[in-house]
């Protein structure tokens, strides 16, 4: 199990973890005291109807909207031109 801590970097704040379990079944727990306001979309969701734990499907959905796929064209390139990765 792996544990990921979700920041707000702009509040320089923990607001929810990201815990990956080796099945693949992971999770996101929102941090009690965070409101739907200081969430990303869809996490939001769930606050506003009084649940802390987001479920592995969308939990899943999340994370892929914010991974670039490993397919993508050109993705060395670019990742080199913003000095994400080294020769």
Request: some cysteine; aromatic content about 12%.
């Amino acid at each position: 199990m792996r544990i990921f801590a979700i920041v707000d970097e702009y509040l320089n704040q923990e607001i929810a973890y990201l815990i990956c379990c080796g099945d693949g079944n992971s999770y996101i727990e929102i941090n009690d005291g965070v409101g739907e306001w200081d969430l990303p979309f869809i996490l939001d969701y769930f606050v506003k109807n009084g649940e802390r734990t987001v479920p592995p499907y969308w939990t899943n959905r999340w994370i892929s909207q914010r991974v670039v796929p490993s397919d993508r064209q050109n993705i060395s390139q670019i990742l080199k031109k913003n000095k994400s990765i080294q020769n």
